[in-house]
């Protein structure tokens, strides 16, 4: 039975990925860092079938020890500080884990097992200020986030891995991917939350940051089979991972309340603590290679993902209130 080691199996596309890795029939191993609060309620389903291990992107030791003692033959590296809006206020915290934790978790593979085969969650957030529209692997990035910066060096330290020690190391170029599973503090997720609360009643108001910026939306679900993809593949390579659609946060918002019978503009106030010091303003990305090469393309279109979302959020609320 192949294993894997998932870290960062307690976030979104951990959970997913846990799951589907379990319907190949993989044995699956999380690791988890200490929390005074337990936070598994994305695996709580699953938890039985999997093994989660105590460690930390920002102690090397730890990484060493859960290689050694688990031997995993994948390793998908999708811990991170992933919340762009938090790298500004803690940079150098952002910079550690989710840049310079990727080159202790190489190095551990590299002292451990150098024929694991390794996947680094890169963003299309390193494509910032775009200079190329639609993004492709290719095209050069220009970061505009402390978080951006962190994932240029986690994919370049992950390319150099890869030419310098001939590691199986590649890295998915992953446009924003959503799902019911998503954190609150993100814009989508933000969103269909308040939606519901404000369809069941339980608040009237929406504050939200800059609204005409332009992401490239899927479905997580869908994202983490293309990362099991790529490691299945006899040369490592990187892959954009997109949709090839663009729409406006204002879109999102407009679909999500229409869904519900209901005019966001009754609801929206703009408030500037949610505006950036430096915005990406236009994300699309060119997914013909993973296509191509990797057979990947997304099921669930833009619409469904908002109305999956949505359901899921007022069904969440009800059960709870
Ligand atoms: P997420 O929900 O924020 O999950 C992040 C995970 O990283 C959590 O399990 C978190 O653990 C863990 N983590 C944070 N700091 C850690 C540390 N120092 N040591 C060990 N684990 C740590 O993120 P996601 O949306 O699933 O994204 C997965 C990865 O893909 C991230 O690297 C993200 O930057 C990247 N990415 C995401 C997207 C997207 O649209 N979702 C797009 C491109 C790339 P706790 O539960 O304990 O906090
Ligand atoms: O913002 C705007 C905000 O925080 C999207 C992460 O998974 O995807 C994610 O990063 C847009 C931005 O995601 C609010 O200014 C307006 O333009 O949902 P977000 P993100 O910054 O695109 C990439 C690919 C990753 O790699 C990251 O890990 O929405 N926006 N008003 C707002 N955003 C938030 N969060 N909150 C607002 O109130």
Do not use: C, I
């Given at each position: 039975m192949p294993k894997a080691l998932i870290t960062g199996i307690t976030g979104q596309d951990g959970s997913y990925l846990a799951e589907f890795l379990l319907t190949q029939g993989y044995e699956v191993v999380g690791m988890v860092r200490r929390t005074s609060?337990?936070?598994f309620h994305r695996i709580a389903e699953i938890q039985d079938q999997i093994e989660l291990v105590p460690g930390d992107l920002g102690d090397q030791i730890s990484l060493i020890h859960i290689l050694e003692q688990h031997r995993p033959q994948e390793v998908y590296?999708?811990?991170?500080?992933?919340f762009v809006q938090t790298s500004w206020t803690q940079p150098v915290f952002t910079g550690d884990v989710t840049g310079l934790g990727v080159t202790r978790l190489l190095d551990a593979i590299r002292i451990v097992d150098p024929g694991i085969r390794f996947y680094q969650a890169s963003s299309?957030?390193?494509?910032?200020?775009?200079?190329?529209?639609?993004?492709?692997?290719?095209t050069p990035f220009y970061p505009r986030s402390p978080y951006g910066v962190a994932k240029v060096y986690g994919h370049w330290i992950t390319i150099n891995y890869r030419e310098s020690y001939g590691l199986h190391a590649t890295s998915g170029i992953l446009f924003n991917h959503e799902s019911?599973?998503?954190?609150?503090?993100?814009v989508t997720r933000k969103i269909t939350n308040h939606v519901a609360q404000i369809k069941l009643g339980l608040t009237d108001e929406l504050r939200l940051g800059n609204l005409d910026a332009q992401r490239d939306w899927g479905f997580a679900g869908d994202y983490v089979k293309a990362m099991w993809l790529m490691l299945q593949q006899d040369e490592p390579q990187d892959y954009v991972v997109a949709t090839g659609e663009t729409h406006s946060v204002e879109e999102f918002l407009r679909v999500a309340f229409e869904y519900v019978n209901l005019d966001w503009h009754d609801y929206v106030i703009q408030d500037?603590?949610?505006?950036?010091?430096?915005?990406?303003d236009l994300l699309v990305g060119d997914p013909s290679k993973a296509g191509a090469n990797l057979g990947w393309e997304p099921a669930v279109s833009f619409t469904e993902l908002v109305k999956m979302m949505v359901d899921a959020d007022i069904e969440l609320l009800k059960v709870s209130s």
């Open positions: 609060t337990v936070n590296n999708l811990a991170a500080q992933s299309s957030e390193m494509f910032g200020k775009v200079v190329e529209v639609p993004q492709r692997e290719s019911p599973r998503r954190g609150r503090e993100f500037p603590r949610y505006m950036r010091p430096a915005e990406v």
